[in-house]
């Protein structure tokens, strides 16, 4: 790995680059031959002919950019970058198992051994987490890593592990039926708030009853999934970020609660509380994809097709969503590249399970389109921090708006593997 000191915003800092994609050997990235075949003489596939950019060379990148944020950080972990520099807030410590969790794609994609080494440092360096009840985020730190992690090695302690996260999600479990955003169990206050984010969490308790046999874990997840899907998700598809509801009858909170409301960290981030903020209706797809994908119940794949024809009725014509769907005339209309990379993601996975062939095809068409715009126009170049440019934290308060966001990469890669082994 080369190294290049440099100094932004008065100081001085070293980042990290890959060879061959650097001082112009990056553009050689972007050379292919136009036969239509790669430099091993390998058929290329129709998103690498149209992009002219390899899987091979994007995943190497990655791998480049996991080895960077890891040295950056000393071991931290990555939520959003500014400037080029990683951040890793407390507040959105849910995105913490992202970047370990694109270390072990990598590995199963290259079978580097260093990254099989850097998987598990930053896997292990997660388990204090495993018994914190007090938010969101269980599932999408310890599905990419720990539960991912036991796939691949077989370490039964990462196994473990998962299990007493999966424990401490279950007990958030509230009796009006839902899991709350915020608050321990027995909180009346941060516990009255629902959020579509919550669908990403459910993985994990899908694979617990798999894992055990406690059909109590896949019964919490299918109950969330239907308060989620009738309270936050219209018959369009259009999907509200958060909405209230009370942690023991399930009936709604139509009042402010000045707690929820002083405090930025739990308001909604769209561009107003009732639009359509285009990462919740990510989430949306992939989270009702997922519940479908485990549970079989139809009511979950009818649920995420609404969900994503939403999405897709209303991108722009290059197929990256903005971070709002309902913006006021007038209002930049800013990109959001990480609601487009987990919309992509999760519309592959629709894709192969849907019943008709004209939507398998039209969700994966889409799809391609979207990671192909992605790969073309916002994979970043520059050698500094994160995959993509143009993603989103939270665009009211200012904060990861225009560098790499955690999930987006991770999801990014996610959906090239995906492509890389798609079969119609």
Known sequence: ?????????????????????????????????????????????????????????????????????????????????????????????????????????????????????????????????????????????????????????????????????????????????????????????????????????????????EATGNQDFAMRANTHSLFTLTNLVNVEGKVLHMADFHPDTGRPFLEKNPVLTGDKTYSPKGYEPGTAWAMGQAWAIYGFTSCYRRSGKTLFLNTARRAADYFLANLPEDGVSFWDFDLPPGERKQKDTSATAVAAAALLKLSRLCPSESDRLRYRAAAEKMIGTLTHDFLKRDGLGGLLSQGIYDKNQGLGVGGSTAWGDYYYIEALLILKDYKA
């Open 1 to 209: 790995m080369l190294t290049e000191t440099i100094q932004r915003n008065g100081k001085v800092k070293k980042i990290h680059k890959t060879a061959g994609l650097t001082a112009g050997l990056f553009a050689g990235l972007f050379l292919l031959a136009v036969s239509g075949c790669g430099l091993l003489g390998e058929r290329l596939t129709r998103l690498e002919t149209s992009t002219g950019v390899r899987y091979a060379e994007v995943l190497s990148y990655a791998g480049s950019q996991v080895d960077a944020a890891y040295s950056e950080l000393n071991g931290g972990y990555p939520v959003y970058t500014d400037n080029g520099d990683w951040s890793t807030t407390e507040k959105a410590a849910w995105a913490y198992g992202y970047y370990p969790g694109m270390a072990w794609l990598v590995y199963q994609s290259t079978r580097d051994p260093k990254y099989y080494e850097l998987a598990q440092i930053w896997t292990k360096g997660l388990e204090g987490r495993s018994e914190d009840t007090s938010g969101n985020g269980l599932g999408q730190v310890f599905f990419p890593t720990h539960v991912v992690g036991y796939q691949v090695t077989g370490n039964r302690h990462f196994r473990e592990v998962a299990l007493q996260a999966a424990g401490s999600l279950s007990d958030r479990f509230n009796r009006a039926g839902f899991i709350p955003a915020w608050g321990a169990p027995g909180d009346t206050i941060l516990g009255r708030r629902l959020s579509i984010e919550t669908m990403m969490d459910l993985d994990l308790l899908y694979w617990a009853t």
